[in-house]
């Protein structure tokens, strides 16, 4: 930020020992636990910590909508001097987008889908003052034109389905300005959006609130983020704080040792290939042997899985009355997605081939190709010569030696089987194990990805989501494969997970003589990991090229503005987020 | 949009046929109208002038496609046990059970969604658990024997409601309504309530769990923290956005309850297309069996299609891809 806070002003907010709770079969969880911090007028206050560390609850209590069962137990927070801690409902409701706003996460979920924005800029409004229909609508049009959506006087009559991610979130934001509050609460308000859309809200966001003068509660797990946005920054764990200071000093200068261990776990800050500090921890165990031969496959370092002039459109299956139009020239088929216009792409055996783009640029389009997945319209995928899928009316995917891990191993893994069972279900579908030998295979590849070999019989909802994430790794190397298409395998992960999962990855890859096809929008993680990478943008390839080169010196305006709006952590000088 | 309503009406086309050649087949197993039409000890000309004169002779196809020609022209045939107009028969009921019907319907969306969305609402308060109680009550409790209590207790017991028939009706538009007089109103109650007990619990359920999941949901959440206040977040929000199923189930149940009202309407004698359906089949009627099946077909796919409108005016999602 530019302009300095004057810290001698009375706080804003004041917040004291707060413990929200929620009591559960096995006593209470204790969300928040004795938080106390205080936010001056106008201050930017950065809430960082991990899933679980309670910084969400945080903000819902300072907003007063703490679901049930959960409750302040103990503590104050207080806004301008005012008690908000056992404030009757009817009283909180009126500070809540009055004084108090809050921004929340997905777009796509905060807004009302089946409302028009219009709509919900006035059911807003008429939350806090009595305002006629007009003009509503006229404030309505100013505060769309102040979060920088264009056309606004058309585009409040729009849905949320008919705006993008990043527009729908700009619209949250003009919502929770409308009353001109004096604090934002913002809950990971980035999160979900494409790095360039994030740049470009984090950039509106500053000029806004020192234009306002409002304060904001940045909430994220992202340092680099938030170092460039917050003033100050607090470190949250387990329901508490466990440092505060001037954002600078904090990620410079860690004093606590969980701050530094959350740096350390960053790709950004580590060599590339290396093993992440304090990401590792799990005993190694060596894989199992494999079954399928090897003898015949290329050298390391030779074309693998070739890509040859991929191209996949999808297109909506039409009705009758539209197929006898097409076919008698009067209407074209229905509206077509070319999500991959043409890729031409080699992974070489035994190398990490990142692939980068944004959503919708057609990545994961193209790995499920790669995989096996879907079936290209046009082009083919080889892998070693022999092609990965069969032609024809119904293709199937003919080979076993490219598997894939997704990124949600929430709903990847099968709710109702055992961990022992996904594991073995492919194995032994192919005779890569018999049932005699199953059970040891297991624990072979349970221990090989660092987990407890006995979990064997367990169930995917007993496991946390970096263990579930080893859970599909071991289930995609059980089919002893060469090739594994990662489709952003560590996006939902906190980052000392994601620091585990990768080095993981990186150890797997040199004991197995794995080549992976990592797709992914994190650029530091892809730096990280990736030989070489592949910029995706609008279907096509527009950079390839080994990793260091293309970070270092991109050629293609995508990349250099792909690159350009990744926030960058303060290297113990000013902060360096670029627009 | 008019894609979209072309391509129904397309479909509906051939579930029409579909539905014809099924029904009559149906009907053409289940027995011989003969025995039904003529006394036993009629001699064998006039049997064969008799099954002559109804085509029954002919062939199976033979017989379909005449009864299609005949649908063709708007001609259903005779019913054999009323010798009138098909048609005419069904028409001349279906005031009766349509009034019916949309009392209870309504009775169960007007009163059912609002508490079904209180009991979502505030899922752990004893209201809310009275109200689970009723519905459970009113999914497991058989029609006929809550009629029956109905009867008994109102009209028995209490004297205060009538226990059958449509009482005095109103000629409206050339078409005979009960709700119009006081005495019609008073023999609509019982009925309509017995006839709504079911949905009214669906629609409890149906409200009550959209509600539950809708007040965790982020939508909620953030109208919340815009200081909206929680009637405005009921009315405005989450009413919208549980209508759609509860939409989906009105009308199939509107439908069903239509074509279906029989044990209802054979409790409290109401004289309405139920009870001609169930007496046209044990006197073997076979046109106006058959007429009813069909005007059922064609019910449901109207009601089907008016169900999908409705989706394209609520969810603004679907208004797009069917531009």
Same mark, same amino acid.
């Given at each position: 930020m530019t302009d300095i806070v004057t810290r001698s002003a009375a706080p804003l907010l004041e917040v004291t020992d707060l413990r929200t709770w929620f009591p559960s079969g096995r006593g209470?969880?204790?969300?928040?636990?004795g938080v106390s911090f205080s936010i001056a007028p106008g201050e930017v206050l950065g809430l960082v910590g991990e899933s679980g560390s309670g910084k969400s609850i945080t903000g819902f209590s300072i907003i007063g909508l703490i679901d049930d069962p959960g409750r302040i137990v103990e503590g104050s927070i207080k806004l301008e001097g005012r008690e908000l801690v056992g404030l009757p409902s009817h009283d909180l409701r009126a500070i809540r987008g009055k004084t108090i706003s809050m921004v929340f996460q997905d777009p796509m979920m905060t807004l009302?889908?089946?409302?028009s924005i219009g709509t919900q800029i006035k059911l807003a409004l008429e939350a806090h003052e009595t305002i006629d229909a007009a003009d509503a609508r006229q404030r309505a049009i100013t505060a769309v034109a102040q979060v920088r959506i264009a056309e606004p006087e058309r585009k409040v009559d729009f849905f949320p389905h008919q705006f993008s991610g990043g527009m729908r979130q700009r619209v949250a934001i003009a919502i929770a300005l409308l009353h001109r509050p004096k604090l934002i609460i913002c809950d990971e308000p980035t999160t979900a959006l494409d790095v360039s859309i994030q740049a470009e809200i984090l950039a509106e966001m500053k000029e806004l609130v020192s234009e306002l003068g409002t304060a904001l509660i940045w909430i994220s797990h992202d340092l680099a983020i938030v170092s460039s946005i917050a003033d100050r920054v607090a470190v949250m764990k387990s329901g508490n704080i466990v440092e505060i200071g001037p954002a600078l000093g904090v990620l410079t200068r860690p004093q606590h040792e969980y701050t530094r261990a959350l740096l350390d776990a960053l790709p950004s800050r580590a060599k590339p290939g290396q093993l992440l500090l304090r990401g590792s921890g799990i005993a190694d165990a060596p894989p199992p042997p494999r079954k399928s031969a090897t003898a015949n496959l290329p050298a390391l370092?030779?074309?693998?899985?070739v890509i040859d002039n991929a191209v996949k459109r999808f297109e909506k299956p039409a009705g009758l009355f539209r197929n006898l139009a097409i076919k008698s020239g009067l209407s074209q088929p229905l509206t077509v997605v070319q999500a991959v216009a043409g890729v031409s792409l080699t992974v070489r055996r035994g190398e990490v081939l990142g692939l980068v783009g944004e959503s919708g640029s057609g990545k994961s389009t193209l790995g499920r190709m790669a995989a096996g997945i879907i079936v290209p319209t046009s082009g083919t995928i080889r892998l070693n010569g022999q092609p990965v899928m069969s032609t024809g009316r +119904?293709?199937?995917?003919?080979?076993?030696?490219v598997q894939t891990i997704f990124q949600d191993p929430f709903s990847s893994l099968n709710g109702r089987m055992r961990i022992g069972d996904i594991i073995t279900e492919g194995p032994l579908a192919h005779r890569l194990v018999n049932r005699a030998e199953a059970p040891d295979y297991v624990r072979q590849w349970l221990a090989a990805v660092g987990l407890d070999p006995t979990f064997a019989n367990r169930f995917p909802h007993q496991f946390s989501g970096g263990q579930r994430q080893r859970i599909a790794i071991a289930r995609a190397l059980a089919m002893q494969p060469d090739v594994i298409v990662c489709?952003?395998?560590? +996006?939902?992960?906190?980052v000392s997970i994601q620091a585990q999962i990768i080095n993981l990855l990186i150890r797997l890859r040199a004991e197995l003589d794995l080549s992976l096809l990592f797709i992914s929008h994190d650029l530091s993680v892809v730096r990280h990991l990736c030989d070489r990478v592949a910029i995706m943008y609008q279907g096509l390839i527009v950079e390839e090229g080994l990793a260091a080169a293309i970070y270092d010196n991109p050629q293609h305006d995508y990349t250099a503005r792909l690159l350009a709006a990744v926030p960058v952590l303060p290297q113990g000088t000013e902060t360096t987020a670029a627009e | 949009m008019l894609g979209f309503i072309l391509q129904r009406l397309w479909q509906a086309l051939i579930v029409v046929i579909a539905m014809s050649a099924l029904v009559f087949c149906g009907v053409y197993a289940v027995g011989n109208p003969i025995d039904v039409l003529i006394s036993p000890d009629a001699t064998q000309d006039i049997r064969a002038a008799v099954i002559a004169q109804y085509g029954l002779d002919q062939p199976l196809w033979h017989q379909y496609l005449s009864f299609v020609g005949r649908i063709l022209q708007g001609d259903f045939g005779r019913s054999f046990v009323y010798n009138m107009p098909v048609s005419e028969l069904i028409l001349s009921r279906l005031p009766a059970t349509l009034e019916l019907t949309l009392a209870a319907v309504l009775f169960a969306s007007l009163v059912g969604i609002p508490i079904g969305m209180y009991a979502g609402y505030k899922p752990h308060s004893p209201i809310s658990r009275a109200i689970m109680a009723i519905s459970i009550l009113g999914f497991s409790v058989p029609t006929f024997w809550f009629g029956l209590m109905l009867i008994m207790v109102f009209?028995?017991?209490?004297?205060?409601?009538?226990?059958?028939g449509r009482g005095e009706t109103v000629s409206l538009f050339g078409v005979d309504f009960s709700f119009l007089t006081g005495d019609g109103l008073a023999h609509l109650v019982l009925p309509a309530l017995n006839l709504a007990l079911f949905k009214f619990s669906l629609m409890i359920r149906l409200a009550r769990a959209g509600t539950r999941e809708l007040m965790l949901s982020d939508t909620v959440k953030f109208a919340r923290a815009a200081g909206l206040s929680e009637f405005t977040v009921l009315s405005r929000h989450v009413l919208r956005l549980i209508s759609i199923p509860l939409v989906t189930v009105f009308g199939l149940e509107l439908g069903s309850t239509l074509a279906f009202a029989v044990v209802t309407e054979t409790i409290f004698s109401w004289p309405g297309l139920g009870k001609l359906i169930i007496d046209s089949i044990t006197s073997l009627d076979r046109p106006v069996m058959v007429a009813y099946l069909m005007f059922v077909a064609l019910l449901f796919i109207v009601i089907n299609l008016l169900v999908d409108l409705a989706y394209a005016a609520l969810d603004p999602r679907l208004r797009k891809g069917r531009a």
């Open positions: 209470e969880v204790k969300a928040v636990d009302n889908p089946v409302l370092g030779s074309p693998y899985l +119904a293709p199937k995917k003919i080979t076993t030696r489709d952003e395998p560590v +996006a939902s992960l906190d | 009209a028995v017991q209490c004297g205060c409601m009538p226990a059958g």
